[in-house]
């Protein structure tokens, strides 16, 4: 059986990657103006104090290539 993982805060997917050991983390959000614009800023600096992986945070329409 598959668990679901519902995330609330930045917080949340930094405890869950840590939790399976990953070692880079995307994280986004559909999020109205609170952060458009300043949301890569935002992100990225709260899950800096949560996990130590790489940390990718995409804009809108941006593509993250997978090697």
């Not at 986004?28 to 890569?40: L, N, Q, V, Y």
Request: hydrophobic letters at 35%.
């Amino acid at each position: 059986m598959k668990k679901m993982y519902v995330l609330g805060t930045g917080q949340d997917p930094c405890e869950c990657a840590n939790r399976f050991h990953a070692k880079n983390l995307v994280i986004w959000h559909t999020e109205d103006e609170t952060t458009f614009g300043i949301r890569k800023e935002v992100y990225t600096k709260e899950a800096k104090t949560f996990f130590d992986g790489n940390i990718y945070v995409p804009d809108d329409f941006e593509i993250i290539e997978l090697v």
